[in-house]
């Protein structure tokens, strides 16, 4: 797919700036493979690790369900998740701040040998025509940057009449919040310029131009590869199964990701 850029990239603002440079230094789980960055065994071990921690998402969200759609991933980092989608049959275009995560999207994708490109640009201000896009996917972008009611208003205009949004936003009323708290042990990321949490009535008021829009609360606990010692014992090996052990209809409002399904 080739879609024509309406406008050349924007000038970022200070705060903008400060993200990308942040994470132009943090790739996301980048520390979970010892691998030369880049090399096919790398791309490897940090799929393997983000499916996962992630064991969800490939359960609710269906990669082979965008087939001869054009979908745009917006914050498509290294592009784990976008070659999953270009393996579905997607037509995928990614976007993201970070000009070296573009470029390991690019060789991720070749290395697969997978149809689809990743371009540098500032997802609040895109430069892609207006409802350009079957399918938008953003999982874990909007809290990360300067102005999320922004961006958002940006995936609703490249998005075509009828499409869908597929958004994960971080949850205020989850688990994780409350285990920071006990444990003292920082999330992830918590030293980005920016990281945001929302309820569910955030989330619906940051999507209400959508014409429908379902959430449901993901991400529940998994044992840790990031975090050792006993505080990682006690969480692995005691709070894990205790909490899978209860009723999903007792804990499914306390998940992490506020996965959202919104439709233009």
Known sequence: MNNTLTSPPSV???????????????LHDQEMSEAPVGSPRWFEELAAYRYEKLDYLPRVVDFNACAGKRLLEVGCGIGLDLARF????????????????????????????????SIEMNGEA?????????VVYAHGVVQYTDQPARLVSELYRVLRRGGTAIVMLYHTDSW???????????????????????????????????????????????ATKLHHGWKAAVYNRVMVPMFHALPKGLTRRWGWHLMIWAVK
Do not use: C, N
């Open 126 to 134: 895109m430069a892609f025509p207006d409802e350009s896009f079957d």
């Open 176 to 222: 994780l919040p409350w285990l920071v708290r006990v444990t003292k042990v920082s999330l992830e990321h918590a030293d980005a310029p920016v990281v945001r949490t929302f309820t569910r009535q955030e989330a619906r008021e940051l999507l209400r131009d959508f014409r429908t829009v379902r959430i449901v609360p993901e991400r529940f606990p998994v």
């Open 12 to 26: 970022l603002s200070e705060r903008l700036a400060a993200i990308r440079d942040y994470w132009e230094t943090f």
């Open 86 to 117: 270009a393996r579905g049959g997607a037509e995928v275009t990614g976007v993201d701040l970070s000009p070296r995560a573009v470029a390991l999207a690019k060789a991720y994708l070749a290395q697969q040998g997978l149809p689809g490109e």
